[in-house]
Nanobody, 124 residues
């Protein structure tokens, strides 16, 4: 099994920055693509960003392009989400996900492992 633990969430003013981390443990050799999703109160979970196993390929939701950057450190089994120029509409619980294949899918149903989430609140 694989365990994912997110950290780095918090309260920030609009225009500020946060860096989320997701540390993987367990059978990490089975992890390929990883991704971040988010879910705001009363809304469905939505795709934020994904990254290939090598880190050489990334994908972003249109709403975060140019503001968020996903990266990973294979040696540390950790994926990061650098969030800049934060907006109040970025407020949500952010979840890390991992897949057993390298598809970098934007469909949350395709991911095999999930973290417990970390809360991000952006005040106006």
């Amino acid at each position: 099994q694989v365990q994912l633990v997110e950290s780095g969430g918090g309260l920030v003013q609009a225009g500020g920055s946060l860096r989320l981390s997701c540390a993987a443990s367990g059978r990490t050799f089975g992890i390929y693509a990883m991704a971040w999703f988010r879910q705001a109160p009363g809304k469905e979970r939505e795709f934020v960003a994904s990254i290939s196993r090598s880190g050489g390929n990334t994908d972003y939701a249109d709403s975060v392009k140019g503001r968020f950057t996903i990266s990973r450190d294979l040696a540390k089994n950790t994926v990061y989400l650098q969030m800049n120029s934060l907006k109040p509409e970025d407020t949500a619980d952010y979840y890390c996900a991992a897949d057993r294949i390298d598809n970098m899918d934007s469909d949350s149903h395709k991911y095999n492992y999930w973290g417990q989430g970390t809360q991000v609140t952006v005040s106006s």
